[in-house]
């Protein structure tokens, strides 16, 4: 069996990302021999060596900002009231101007969860990163070069952010390792190891290029934003664990998606066969015309910027293959998106379209939608340019209510089809989502 080094990277409260790519691939069955981490990726690195999965998770989903920076009491628990939370951040900036925020509640919590003997013992190798103040100098560190007793302190002087006080051992003085190297990837080379899991959570710091050449590099980032650094929050936590998960099980092959996690099984394919598979001249002409184009016809400058447009975004989710079978799940994806449609689940292609069909069932059956259409009617009625022009100012453009408006490829009205050119040029995804409609309606009907 292939044998993996997993990197993780530093960024604080959006470490809990880290601990979902762990659950994936504890799930996967893919073999760990070495973890190197900097700042809180040594923190969780620490956990994964002495394998300790649900240590880890209980952590991360009940941490507060009071398990890591200690604080006065009133200051420390933020919620809505505005007094409160400014006076948490007056009493952190006053903490860095007075030589930094005190972690003495992290250093409690470490002695409380980690077992020095255990990562000693385990088959799994652990490397940090640290930089000495004192010697001005960075410090890369697998565990035998740890002294015996003194793996937590090395574990926080690799997580010492900036921000706090600076951890001191032996009379020595360390910050966080991300001012030097904050997605350590050098560690596993120096360890010969070529087999690499990288996981970036977009944390502050510098992160160091390495030679790729000969290596098999999986890089796993965040397909969506974590939160802030200091924003140590259990709820916040649990969501980065879940899309931690679900952005590794899709690097590993086993959902598909660009925005969305969709299971590629034999749904997949039947699904796209469905839709795709009957598609004639006629239905392209169709499509075209939805547009007010002419398949076949000479194409205005203007029609080619359209089509242009339209392509090119569908290409971002197509993973850059316009194909029979990437273009409809990219148009899919596309529309789910606009329509607000969960994300952080897995789909098969058929439950994401019957969630878009349901949701553009409740749109076209609001009494929002309705009302809305009546202000819409004036703008599509308009006579010329300088009158839609002018209309157009009056109106706010509502994309899911743009995407559920008419969406039917027999649809001749020629005030219409100026009215979509119009979206496919400045709000590509909208017309993208209100073309899929159509084909799906077409094709159920």
Not at 68 to 95: D, F, H, P, Q
Not at 386 to 402: A, N, Q, S
């Amino acid at each position: 069996m292939k044998e993996y080094g997993l990197v993780l990277a530093g960024g604080g409260a959006k470490g809990g990302y880290e601990i979902g790519v762990w659950k994936a691939l504890r799930e996967l069955n893919i073999s760990i021999k070495a973890v190197a981490g900097t700042s809180v990726g040594a923190l969780n690195g620490a956990i994964i060596a002495q394998d300790d999965f649900d240590t880890a998770y209980k952590l991360w989903t009940s941490i507060s900002i009071e398990n890591v920076i200690k604080l006065e009491k009133e200051v420390a628990v933020v919620n809505e009231n505005r007094k409160k939370s400014m006076g948490l951040l007056t009493a952190i900036k006053n903490a860095i101007t007075a030589g930094g925020l005190d972690i003495t509640p992290l250093k409690e919590m470490l002695l409380e969860i980690i077992d020095e003997d255990r990562i000693r013992n385990s088959p799994v190798d652990l490397g940090i990163v640290t930089f000495s103040l004192s010697d001005f100098k960075p410090l890369k560190l697998f565990k035998k070069d740890i002294p015996e007793g003194k793996l937590v302190d090395y574990l926080l002087a690799s997580a010492c952010f900036p921000a706090f006080k600076p951890h001191e051992i032996d009379n020595k003085r360390f910050i966080d390792g991300g001012v030097y190297d904050n997605v350590p990837i050098s560690l596993m080379l120096e360890k010969g190891i070529k087999d690499i899991i990288s996981v970036d959570i977009s944390g502050p710091g510098i992160s160091r290029k390495v030679d790729k050449k000969g290596l098999n590099l999986i890089e796993i980032k965040a397909s969506e934003d974590l939160g802030g650094t200091l924003d140590f929050n259990g709820e916040r936590s649990k969501a980065n664990i879940e899309l931690g998960y679900y952005d590794t099980l899709k690097a590993f092959g086993k959902l598909k998606g660009s925005r969305y996690f969709i299971f590629p099984n034999e749904d997949f394919n039947e699904a796209k066969e469905l839709y795709i598979k009957n598609l004639g001249i006629e239905d392209f002409k169709k499509m075209f015309a939805f547009l007010g184009m002419d398949l076949g016809g000479k194409s205005s400058v203007n029609n080619k910027f359209i089509l242009d447009r339209i392509m090119r975004t569908i290409r971002q989710y197509a993973d850059n293959r316009l194909t029979g079978d990437t273009v409809f799940p990219a148009m899919a994806e596309i529309t789910a998106e606009q329509l607000g449609i969960e994300r952080k689940r897995v789909y098969t292609l058929s439950e994401l379209i019957d969630e878009i069909m349901k949701e553009y069932e409740n749109i076209k059956n609001s009494r929002d939608f309705k009302e809305y259409m009546q202000g819409l009617t004036r703008l599509m009625i308009s006579r010329n340019q300088l009158e839609f022009d002018r209309e157009l100012k009056k109106t706010l453009i509502e994309g899911k209510f743009i995407i559920s408006y008419e969406p039917y490829l027999n649809e001749t009205d020629e005030k219409l089809k100026r009215f979509r050119r119009f979206i496919a040029v400045a709000f590509p995804k909208i017309s993208i989502a209100n073309m899929f409609l159509s084909l799906v309606l077409s094709k159920k009907n």
